[in-house]
């Protein structure tokens, strides 16, 4: 296909306070399966948000998740996926309520449930051929762009890689920035630089067009309202900003890619398990003589907002690490294609990539 | 419903040449219903884009129409609807290729093949309950935002109002710049205009939001891109711009509104049957005490782009014609509300409503 003919989330509500019309929303659905939801919950809101808050029916399950030990994995998706089936059947629905972690485990596990064996079978493009359940994302925290994504990015026992298909893209977005008000400042940054680097990475190189650029543009200004410009901070209205920020950023990767940062990323994700947020920042840092104008601005946002990264962390890694890490990220070619052009492979050698991990 | 849970286009494509991507696109539909697509397009094509172009199926019935002499009509989506059925029965599907105009008889036709009556019944908020026959819009001029609006506007022998719901959204729209590439510059202009002016009334009123204004300050970014900064013009790179700009306007209107532009501008077309991107810009010239800088800017881009627009139009208008104008303009009451705020029918009254018009 000459140009990708891309699947919209089917609907979205966005506003304070559209967290309440979750019940209304999906009522309609419930009729379908076997007549409940799951709801797969960031463990961040245990005691603040059950069965009340959710206006769920008694034959709901609801998982409360705790993301921080390690990014969302493909054993964790399984177990979970063939503990509900063989508790209840097919649900109606999947609801994730979360950061990026919470919204591919949701994406995933929807597929999962109606895709037969380990999901490791399906990291990569169109490899999901039964359409999931209905599936319904509220986003608790703004910037990875998981809420209009077509990917489920899974570690895997081989591979950090996405369950990218049509089917993937979620039902249903709600969009309340009331429920971002809680995030800590540092991950408030974190995240909301992930969509500052999609943007970037998106706008330097060879796949975008006018399309791309003109969502990754008005992403990149609702940034600079939120970490910049005069009125910046985390402030309700910067808070309505990041989150159509991330939607636009995400939005502005349809017809264009990530690049360096973001396969560099996946290779310190794989190998040391850090969140892809936070690696995302560890590693910008260090590629200005790739994107010279992004850095710049990123150094004066992290300035502004008194945010530091470590930095010498690859003086403890050991070559074996380095080269698990370079194997990782050179098995992106798409991304290195992107940045670097149809020569790429002559640029992002495994010598090169391990380089790139040594500024770390 | 607290916030607007509004349906995305459920499939778009972008990009030059992604015409050429239609009948791939649309063979999988062909298996619903009597098992053939109906094409409504633009006389303009008529010797340009046949069956040959379309790669269409002997059994599909093409339709070129002239949108020239007037708006659609509910009389006019009718005769369509009532011929088409007689004579094959109930299509797979309606592809849409044109303006503004043609989008919404494909969109307001699709509906009318699966609900019975007059599509006179339908004009107003959420009228239509059974979904349409699947529709697909391919604009060939940018700018009215009719290819991602919810509204089908036709005018009826009482009003000029849309039918407008979900199920009007389109399924799939192909967006290819190079379409628009033998566009009159006059009407690149007003075409353009028409979203230059959405996101305008959509900023400057009281049910905006920061999801509509990021939309609308990008859209209004491209279009000073396209009609007054340095590299303005009619140019291959613009027509990409323009083609994203009418979508992002058209989506900025999804939680705001339009104002008193186009308010008047419903009755000047209903009455005088002027065309409704042309009709928003000979009333938009004389708003400027109402949208200051909006009108500023849009005498910059006139003069840029030497476009001249009538004045003095009112002085051969009687006043039966006056009166029938503010009518249909009066009686947009959301319009008004959203320009002028609560006490909107203070300000916005019959006589208030002649006193604008008078001003043409």
Redesign the interface.
């Known amino acids: 296909?000459?140009?990708?003919?891309?699947?919209?989330?089917?609907?979205?509500?966005?506003?304070r306070?559209?967290f309440?019309?979750l019940p209304?929303?999906i009522e309609p659905v419930r009729k379908e399966n076997n007549r409940y939801f799951v709801y797969v919950i960031d463990s961040f809101f245990e005691n603040k948000i059950g069965a009340k808050e959710l206006n769920s029916k008694p034959e709901d399950l609801i998982y409360y998740i705790d993301v921080n030990p390690h990014e969302p994995t493909t054993e964790q998706v399984d177990t979970l996926r063939d503990e509900i089936l063989s508790k209840k059947g097919l649900p109606s629905g999947v609801v994730g309520m979360g950061g990026g972690s919470i919204m591919d485990i949701a994406k995933a596990l929807s597929l999962m449930l109606t895709n037969p064996g380990s999901s490791t079978q399906y990291q990569g493009l169109n490899l999901v051929k039964v359409p999931g359940v209905y599936h319904l994302g509220i986003p608790t925290i703004s910037g990875t762009g998981a809420e209009v994504s077509m990917t489920a990015v899974l570690t895997g026992p081989e591979k950090k890689l996405g369950l990218k298909c049509d089917y993937t893209v979620f039902h249903?977005v709600i969009?309340d920035?009331e429920l971002t008000a809680t995030v800590p400042t540092d991950w408030w940054f974190y995240t909301g630089m992930d969509t500052y680097i999609h943007c970037i990475e998106s706008r330097y190189g060879i796949k975008n067009?006018?399309?791309s650029l003109?969502?990754g543009?008005?992403a990149l200004?609702?940034c600079r309202d939120v970490y910049l410009n005069e009125g910046s901070g985390k402030t309700p209205?910067n808070d309505?900003?990041l989150?159509?920020?991330s939607l636009?950023g995400g939005l502005s990767l349809t017809?264009s890619e990530v690049g360096v940062c973001h396969a560099l990323s996946y290779g310190l994700s794989k190998v040391h398990g850090t969140r892809h947020c936070y690696a995302n920042c560890i590693i910008f840092q260090h590629l200005e003589d790739i994107y010279p104008e992004g850095v710049r601005e990123f150094k004066a946002m992290l300035e502004k907002n008194n945010i530091s990264l470590p930095r010498g962390l690859s003086k403890t890694w050991t070559e074996k690490e380095l080269d698990e890490m370079a194997a990782v990220s050179y098995n992106l070619p798409f991304m290195w294609h992107h940045a670097f052009g149809d020569n790429y492979r002559e640029i992002a050698t495994p010598d090169y990539i391990k380089s790139l991990f040594r500024r770390l």
Request: proline letters at 2%; a negative charge; hydrophobic letters at 40%.
């Open positions: 296909m000459l140009h990708k003919n891309f699947k919209n989330i089917d609907r979205v509500v966005y506003g306070g559209s309440s019309q209304e929303i249903q969009l920035p067009n006018a399309f003109a969502y543009n008005q200004e609702l209205e309505d900003k989150m159509v920020a636009m017809y």
